[in-house]
Structure formats: structure tokens, C-alpha cells
């Protein structure tokens, strides 16, 4: 079973950054060779993709976050992250990981003065 839990959400004004964590515990998984990525719920909407990393160096986003977002990961802390920067108004919302059909309870962030 798959255990996954992100932080590092809050309020961020216009303009600023954020990095969130998504850590992976549990079994039947080797998170240095399994993909992860991260979703967002902005208020009154429905979650949508935001980015994917794959092992081995690939990497996509989607292109309201692209030039702006990088994902990256530690293998040794079963960790993915997330670099939120030149953050908008419109970024705001529940950000959740993923790892194949697994979830986590999310984290959230709002942009806002």
C-alpha cells in the first residue's frame, strides 16, 4: 500500500515562489523508477494535470505552468517536488500528487496579496 503526503502549501503573494514535497512510503513500489506527478483543484474547478516526472530525465507540463513550474525528486527520501515560481493568482488551489492510482491528501496553496 501506498502512503503519500505533501506539504509545503500556504498563502504566496503574486510573484513569489513555493516549493511543495510529496514523500512516498509504504510497499510494492521502487519510487526511483516510477513515475509521479502532481495535479491541482483551483476553487470550484476540477483537478487537472500540472506535471510529470519520469525516470530517466523526462519531464512535461502543462502549459499554463510551463517556464514557470520544474519538478525534480530525491530517491533517497522517496520525495518529489514541486518549484512553483512567478506564481499567479490562477495557480491558486489543492495541489495533490500522484503515483500510479495512489493520492495524496494534498496540500494548498493560494496566490493572493
Known amino acids: 500500500q501506498v502512503h503519500l503526503v505533501e506539504s509545503g502549501g500556504g498563502l504566496v503573494q503574486p510573484g513569489g515562489s513555493v516549493r511543495l514535497s510529496c514523500e512516498a512510503s509504504?510497499?510494492?513500489?521502487?519510487?526511483?523508477?516510477?513515475?509521479m506527478a502532481w495535479y491541482r483543484q483551483p476553487p470550484g474547478s476540477q483537478r487537472g494535470f500540472v506535471a510529470l516526472d519520469i525516470p530517466g530525465g523526462s519531464t512535461s507540463f502543462a502549459d499554463s505552468v510551463k517556464g514557470r513550474f520544474t519538478i525534480s525528486r530525491d530517491n533517497a527520501k522517496n520525495t518529489i517536488y514541486l518549484h512553483m515560481n512567478s506564481l499567479k493568482s490562477e495557480d491558486t488551489g489543492i495541489y495533490y500528487c500522484r503515483m500510479r492510482n495512489d493520492w495524496g491528501q494534498g496540500t494548498e496553496v493560494t496566490v493572493s496579496t
Open positions: 509504504g510497499s510494492g513500489f521502487t519510487f526511483s523508477s516510477t513515475p
